[in-house]
């Protein structure tokens, strides 16, 4: 289970004091059959959404809500556990050539927005899906995480890939580096973009391991 929720301020927005810069409620969940040393048969179950409202900058339009997608996806394939270079790249593989998506939109002034048809708050379809969980510690102090999600009905197709690059200065402070491309052909083209989304940010905090 990933929940992740920031906020932000922006001089430019007069209609909205805070804004959310990061909102994600998340959770996948495995059911894996060992076939051999490394791969299992796996059923996997993902469901994600967000907490807050996002509105459009000077605007009181709401672009995403709770619900509004929300996604839930089933697949049947096949996971690897990788361990590679002397176990600093770790992480699972699945490969799901049978995977059926369930996007629920709430609020029906969004339908459209996320590629359902007008009054409607379902669409579901069939295809195929490949996921991908990495931790790469490539230094003492350096970790550099990644999830790559990839799901197409050979009509459309969604791609997220996160990144998260972790710096621990010493064993309190740390710096973190996330960049977030994502790909929808399913949404309503932007005009400088086109189906590509781009988030990236980077932080300074405190955190404590045990």
Same mark, same amino acid.
């Not at 301020?9 to 959310?20: I, P, Q, V």
């Not at 994600?24 to 791969?39: D, E």
């Not at 996330?178 to 083209?189: E, I």
């Given at each position: 289970?990933?929940?992740?929720?920031?906020?932000? +301020?922006?001089? %430019?927005?007069?209609?909205?004091?805070?804004?959310?810069? &990061?909102?994600?409620?998340?959770? @996948?969940?495995?059911?894996?059959?060992?076939?051999?040393?490394?791969?299992?048969? +796996? /059923?996997?179950?993902?469901?994600?959404?967000?907490?807050?409202?996002?509105?459009?900058?000077?605007?009181?339009?709401?672009?995403?809500? $709770?619900?509004?997608?929300?996604?839930?996806?089933? &697949?049947?394939?096949?996971?690897?556990?990788?361990?590679?270079?002397?176990?600093?790249? +770790?992480?699972?593989?699945?490969?799901?050539?049978?995977?059926?998506?369930?996007?629920?939109?709430?609020?029906? &002034?969004? &339908?459209?927005?996320?590629?359902?048809?007008?009054?409607? !708050?379902?669409?579901?379809?069939?295809?195929?899906?490949?996921?991908?969980?990495?931790?790469?510690? $490539?230094?003492?102090?350096?970790?550099?995480? @990644?999830?790559?999600?990839?799901?197409? +009905?050979?009509?459309?197709?969604?791609?997220?890939?996160?990144?998260?690059?972790?710096?621990? /200065?010493?064993?309190?402070? %740390? @710096?973190?580096?996330?960049?977030?491309?994502? /790909?929808?052909?399913?949404?309503?083209?932007?005009? !400088?973009?086109?189906?590509?989304?781009?988030?990236?940010?980077? *932080?300074?905090?405190? %955190?404590? *391991? $045990?």
């Amino acid at each position: 289970l990933e929940m992740k929720l920031g906020f932000q +301020t922006s001089r %430019s927005d007069s209609l909205h004091k805070l804004k959310t810069s &990061s909102d994600l409620l998340r959770y @996948t969940g495995k059911l894996g059959l060992q076939a051999t040393k490394r791969w299992y048969y +796996t /059923f996997q179950l993902l469901a994600y959404t967000q907490f807050m409202r996002n509105y459009k900058a000077n605007q009181r339009s709401v672009l995403s809500d $709770f619900a509004s997608p929300a996604n839930v996806n089933v &697949s049947l394939g096949m996971d690897y556990s990788a361990s590679w270079l002397k176990n600093r790249l +770790t992480g699972t593989i699945h490969l799901a050539p049978l995977a059926y998506n369930l996007k629920y939109v709430g609020r029906l &002034s969004l &339908s459209k927005r996320y590629g359902l048809d007008e009054g409607r !708050h379902t669409m579901h379809d069939l295809g195929s899906q490949l996921t991908l969980d990495m931790k790469w510690k $490539f230094a003492d102090n350096m970790l550099w995480q @990644t999830r790559l999600y990839s799901y197409t +009905t050979y009509e459309r197709s969604e791609l997220e890939w996160e990144n998260t690059f972790t710096f621990q /200065f010493n064993r309190y402070i %740390s @710096t973190k580096l996330f960049v977030y491309p994502r /790909f929808d052909d399913d949404t309503n083209r932007d005009d !400088h973009h086109g189906y590509w989304q781009f988030k990236e940010y980077i *932080s300074l905090g405190f %955190s404590y *391991s $045990f």
